[in-house]
């Protein structure tokens, strides 16, 4: 049998395939891979002694659902404020996101000049902070009259695709920093408000729900990119 680190990698492609019907780059080699699932998988062949998946193409599935998720992110920001943007009052969008007490860096520069450890770090924090807000989020638009079905269907994609993205990003951290140890994530506490009776309430809570949403999205895919690049290749 294969380790057991290596059997939870192959365990987190397989299950990536299965939850991103749209990765369509990956689908054919991740299906030949899944195929292969009881026994050594193909590329464990004839190797002798421990075998692992090659980090490249760790870090190429994680940026790509990290990509994806980012973009549909950014969708569901365009698809909400025309939907109901113009009902929200200007002093309603300032917006202070729960994950605002994560210390991230300001630019993509100065990302660049942080070290591996503080951007796994960052980018698990970032992905578990987020587990609960979207939980709800798809329940209450599930449950809300009048739901645009594109919306519900672009956040149910990022609820799975985001749990999916912060095991393989944990594999790959255990790969680089075995023994490391993650900062607690912050707490989400808008729970009342995306649940009120109120209706302009809901949609503030919607609104800030989704700007933050993307803006946390953009920096996962930015940090990873950066790690991906820094310790395989930037060219896939």
Not at 29 to 42: D, E
Not at 210 to 216: A, K, T, V
């Amino acid at each position: 049998m294969a380790p057991a680190s290596s059997h939870r990698e192959h365990q987190w492609t397989c299950n990536l395939v299965r939850g991103s019907r749209l990765l369509l780059l990956l689908v054919v080699s991740n299906l030949i891979l899944c195929q292969g699932q009881a026994q050594h998988p193909p590329y464990c062949r004839n190797q002798p002694g421990k075998c692992q998946i090659p980090l490249q193409s760790l870090f190429d599935r994680a940026t790509t659902v990290a990509n994806y998720n980012s973009k549909l992110a950014g969708e569901m920001v365009n698809r909400f404020d025309e939907q109901y943007g113009q009902g929200i009052n200007s002093e309603s969008k300032v917006i202070n996101c729960h994950t605002s007490s994560i210390t991230t860096p300001n630019s993509k520069a100065e990302a660049i000049n942080t070290e591996d450890k503080i951007l796994f770090k960052l980018v698990i924090s970032l992905l578990h902070s987020w587990d609960e807000p979207l939980h709800h989020a798809v329940t209450e638009l599930a449950n809300s009259k009048g739901t645009s079905p594109a919306l519900l269907t672009k956040a149910q994609e990022i609820k799975e695709k985001a749990k999916v993205l912060v095991d393989g990003v944990e594999v790959i951290q255990k790969r680089i920093h075995p023994g490391e140890k993650n900062e607690p994530y912050p707490v989400w506490s808008e729970q009342s408000s995306l649940t009120s009776q109120d209706e302009n309430v809901r949609r503030v809570a919607f609104y800030r729900l989704f700007h933050c949403l993307h803006r946390d999205s953009s920096k996962i895919y930015t940090y990873l990119r950066i790690l991906k690049c820094r310790l395989t290749s930037c060219e896939t």
